[in-house]
């Protein structure tokens, strides 16, 4: 519901739920909002979050886009929280180039700290040949 296509094909990222603004001096945040099946272990646990947080949920997306399935799944939400927790999920469909399951992989580190930043996914992408996304913020 929050990923809207247009006419030209163009895909935009709406309002998830209870949108905060973060400056450069924002460490981390305590609040808690969102879908669960695209909640981070950190989360899931409590912790304090930062932008990588994002990078999670973006991935969980990616993954989504590519497999058409979700990456934590379970016949119950506890059971989503577990795959989640254990950071598994099958990998995506060997049809899809490895630079692609690379990129999955690296968004859905279990670790916040070792995800990429939004600016290295986007050179990323670029080196992949994927056209650079115009943000609009």
Same mark, same amino acid.
């Given at each position: 519901?929050?990923?809207?296509?247009?006419?030209?094909? @163009?895909?935009?990222?709406?309002?998830?739920? @209870?949108?905060?603004?973060?400056?450069?001096? =924002? @460490?981390?945040? %305590? !609040?808690?909002?969102? =879908?669960?099946?695209?909640? !981070?272990?950190?989360?899931?646990?409590?912790?304090?979050?930062?932008? =990588?947080?994002?990078?999670? !949920?973006?991935?969980?997306?990616?993954?989504?886009?590519?497999?058409?399935?979700?990456?934590?799944?379970?016949?119950?939400?506890?059971?989503?929280?577990?795959? @989640?927790?254990?950071?598994?999920f099958a990998p995506l469909p060997s049809w899809r180039p490895q630079e692609f399951s690379d990129v999955v992989n690296a968004m859905l580190t279990k670790?916040?700290?070792?995800?990429? !930043?939004?600016?290295?996914?986007?050179?990323?992408?670029?080196?992949?040949?994927?056209? %650079?996304?115009?943000?609009?913020?």
């Amino acid at each position: 519901m929050n990923l809207l296509l247009n006419d030209e094909g @163009v895909i935009k990222l709406g309002d998830f739920g @209870v949108s905060r603004q973060m400056s450069e001096n =924002t @460490v981390c945040l %305590h !609040s808690f909002y969102g =879908t669960p099946l695209y909640l !981070s272990p950190e989360l899931i646990e409590g912790r304090a979050y930062s932008r =990588t947080t994002d990078i999670w !949920s973006l991935g969980v997306v990616l993954y989504e886009l590519l497999s058409l399935q979700l990456p934590f799944r379970g016949p119950s939400l506890q059971d989503v929280i577990a795959a @989640v927790l254990r950071c598994r999920f099958a990998p995506l469909p060997s049809w899809r180039p490895q630079e692609f399951s690379d990129v999955v992989n690296a968004m859905l580190t279990k670790d916040a700290q070792r995800r990429p !930043s939004a600016e290295s996914l986007l050179q990323r992408m670029e080196w992949l040949g994927c056209r %650079h996304p115009k943000v609009v913020v």
